[in-house]
């Protein structure tokens, strides 16, 4: 890791994710069980957990954001417990059918080999559990989609990894997931290049 992925991404990561704060929260309020966030970064959804998140397992490659999220968990005062694993989403230490709930929040657009995380997320999430996602994806506007496809290697290196144009909805199908919820908006608080969106809620037979 480098003194701008350790130091300074973290930071830009903060401050440019500061309109998602009510969709952060929507998301996660929704946690219930043994919850694994993939990708935590530095904690940013953590305040967002209720009491109905038990345990709350935080995995992330970075060490350095792993220490940020670690301080904003010291900070927290409610009864949910949280643990923090250092690792990729591609393969999870976790065992088969562990989790009540999995979250994916802006990170399937990083994670390098985003079909083997989909398919660990699918793995470690019990029968009737539920996956909860908040992700950026590629345009639905072909005009905005070239765009991208254009920026995306730039991007990618300023982002540290991250891809304007993923679709994620499909990954997430094609992993096994049911997608119970799936709604696909344009950010209005966001420029178009990264303001495509998708939420909502996928299971598990
Ligand atoms: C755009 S940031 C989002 C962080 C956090 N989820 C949030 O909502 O603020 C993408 C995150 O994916 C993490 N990441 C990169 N490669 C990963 C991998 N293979 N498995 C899991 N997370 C990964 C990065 O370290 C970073 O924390």
């Known amino acids: 890791m480098s003194l701008y992925e350790d130091h300074v991404f973290p930071v830009l990561l903060d401050f440019a994710t500061r309109p998602f704060r009510r969709d952060r929260q929507a998301l996660v309020a929704r946690a219930r069980g043994r919850v694994l966030?993939?990708?935590?970064?530095?904690g940013a959804n953590l305040p967002y957990y209720t009491d109905a998140a038990t345990e709350v397992v935080g995995l992330e490659p970075s060490r350095a954001m792993l220490e940020d999220a670690a301080r904003v968990a010291a900070g927290l005062h409610g009864k949910t417990r949280f643990e923090f694993v250092a690792g990729g989403a591609e393969a999870l230490p976790f065992a088969d059918q562990s989790f009540d709930t999995v979250i994916a929040c802006l990170v399937f657009c990083t994670i390098p080999e985003n079909e083997a995380a989909a398919r660990e997320a699918f793995r470690v999430?019990?029968?009737g559990g539920q996956f909860l996602f908040f992700e950026h994806v590629a345009h639905p506007r072909a005009s905005v989609r070239r765009w991208q496809e254009r920026l995306n290697p730039a991007w990618k290196k300023?982002?540290?990894?991250c891809n304007l144009n993923r679709d994620t909805a499909a990954l997430f199908r094609q992993a096994g997931f049911r997608m119970d919820e799936c709604d696909a908006f344009e950010h209005p608080k966001v420029p178009a290049l990264a303001g495509a969106m998708i939420r909502g809620r996928a299971?598990?037979?």
């Open 37 to 42: 966030e993939i990708g935590i970064g530095t």
């Open 203 to 205: 299971t598990r037979d």
């Open 158 to 161: 300023v982002a540290c990894g």
């Open 125 to 127: 999430l019990k029968p």
